[in-house]
C-alpha cells in the first residue's frame, strides 16, 4: 500500500511521540498504584486501565490520519475479509473450550502452579480478560503497528527502521509487567514486536496482527495462569 506525503509536521511529531511514550510512562507509573504480579480482581482492573489509557491515544492517532486527509487504510484500518473473522471465531471457541476444562478441573492447566505467572484468577475473571483483549490488543496494535510504523517510515524512510523502533518502543511499555530475567524477557518482546511487525508491513492489515496477539494473551489468561475456584474464593472472602 502506498503512503500518503513522507512530510511531516509538529503536530504529527507530537502524536507519535505520545503514542510511543505515554504507554511507556504509564508502564512506570503501574506498578505504585497496584501489584502487577497479583491477579484476580486487581489484574483485570490493570488490563481495564491500560485498556482505558489506549483509548485517546487510538482517538489521537485516527485524528492525526484524518487531518491530513488520509483513509484510515493508512494506519491498518480496513474491512475484515470473512477469512480474518472466520479465524476471529476460531480464536474465541478455543478460549472459551479451554476456560470452561480449567473451570470444570477437566484440564489443570499448562503449567503447575508454582510455575504459572500470569497470576490467580477465577472463571469469570478469566472470561472478562479474554473480552477485555479484544480492545486492549487492537488498539495496542493500531498505535504500535498502524500508527507507528506508518510514522516512523515517513521520518525514517525506511520500513526496516520503522518496524525496529516501533518493536523497541513496543519492548519498554512492557518494561513493569515482565518476570524473569528482565533483559531476556525485553527481547524476547522486542523480537515478538519485529515479527508482528514483518507481518503488518506484508498485509498492511491489523486483523491478522491483532488475532495473534489476542490469542497469545488469551492463552496467558488462561492456559498459563493459577486457577482459583469460585466457591472456594467466595467462602473466603
Known sequence: MKLGSNTLDGVDLVVLAAVLAVPFLFALALPRLADTTSGGSEGVAIIAAVTL??????????????????PLSVIGIVRPSPMWICAALVVLAGAAWLTWQRHTGA???????SGA???AYTTPQRIALVALGVPQIYLQELLYRGFAI?????IT?????????????????????LGGNLAVSLL???????VLGILYTTTRDLMPVFLIHWAWVAWLAVGLSTHVD???????S
Open 150 to 154: 506508518a510514522w516512523l517510515e515517513r
Open 230 to 236: 469460585q466457591r472456594a474464593a467466595i467462602v473466603s
Open 157 to 177: 524512510g525506511s520500513v526496516v527502521a520503522a518496524v525496529v523502533i516501533s518493536a523497541a518502543a513496543f519492548a519498554i511499555a512492557h518494561i513493569t509487567s
Open 188 to 194: 524476547a518482546v522486542f523480537i515478538t514486536g519485529v
Open 53 to 70: 489509557m489506549e483509548v485517546p491515544l487510538a482517538l489521537l492517532a485516527v485524528w492525526a490520519v484524518r487531518r491530513r486527509g488520509e
Open 107 to 113: 484440564w489443570a492447566g499448562a503449567v503447575s502452579a
Open 117 to 119: 505467572g500470569g497470576g
